[in-house]
């Protein structure tokens, strides 16, 4: 079946430490998204690729970086500049030139320890 | 000035009435609109997507576009406990940024017995 992939579902991270969020997809799409939710809030951007070897900034990008090595990959590493990182991630991926809609892996919860 | 607005919630109505869920946005080039719906600790689910101005119905679902006022709206009718969940309007920018999509901070809607 095709769909978005995220690992690991749950996360914890010690002060200092850096961690990668892994998000894969079989949907052939163009491009992929990064969002942070915190509790009781909307999804911001953190980062978002249109193409493999490119990648822009969202709203939210320090303290964030991502690869789009391969066109199905585009890993999350929340570094040790990212200062409140517990919150739910979530990778989406969307067809460019259809105008259709994103699809959602299933999130990875971080929490700092 | 923000891209996307819902109104504020959250909303609270009884089983089988209808729940009216409103979005605001802000360029006037997006082209696709989408209602998802999240459940607390789950990643956003797609119910509605709507293109051209006027009424898409989909069982208890109706989405409304009103490119002119730049709104758009879900109804929900007949609702059903199991609706109770956070509603994200989303807009498809392609004016600005291909493929960028712009989320508003939800409508949380319960509906109670």
């Known amino acids: 079946d095709g769909g978005i992939t995220q690992s690991p579902k749950y996360l914890f991270r010690k002060e200092g430490q850096n961690v990668t969020l892994s998000c894969e997809q079989n949907?052939?799409?163009?491009?992929m998204y990064w969002y942070r939710q915190d509790p009781g809030q909307g999804l911001r951007l953190i980062y978002y690729?249109?193409?493999?070897?490119?990648?822009q900034k969202g709203d939210i990008a320090e303290g964030y970086s991502v690869s789009r090595e391969k066109k199905e990959s585009f890993p999350l590493t929340v570094t040790s500049a990212q200062k409140n990182p517990t919150a739910f991630y979530l990778c989406?991926?969307?067809?460019?030139?259809?105008?259709?809609?994103?699809?959602f892996g299933q999130g990875t919860r971080l929490t700092v320890v | 000035q923000k891209e996307v607005e819902q109104n504020s919630g959250p909303l609270s109505v009884p089983e089988g009435a209808i729940a009216s869920l409103n979005c605001t946005y802000s360029?006037?080039?997006?082209?696709?609109f989408f209602w998802y719906r999240q459940y607390s600790g789950k990643s956003p689910e797609l119910i509605m997507s709507?293109?051209?101005?006027g009424d898409k119905e989909d069982g208890r679902f109706t989405a409304q576009l009103n490119k002119a006022s730049q709104y758009v709206s879900l109804l929900i009718r007949d609702s059903q406990p199991s609706d109770s969940a956070t509603y994200l309007c989303?807009?498809?920018?392609?004016?600005?940024?291909?493929?960028?999509?712009?989320f508003g901070r939800g409508t949380q809607l319960t509906v109670w017995p």
């Open positions: 989406a991926s969307t067809d460019l030139f259809s105008n259709t809609e994103a699809f």
């Open positions: 949907l052939n799409h163009d491009a």
């Open positions: 690729s249109q193409i493999v070897n490119d990648f």
């Open positions: 360029d006037r080039v997006s082209q696709s």
């Open positions: 709507i293109y051209s101005n």
């Open positions: 989303a807009v498809n920018n392609r004016g600005s940024t291909l493929g960028r999509l712009y």
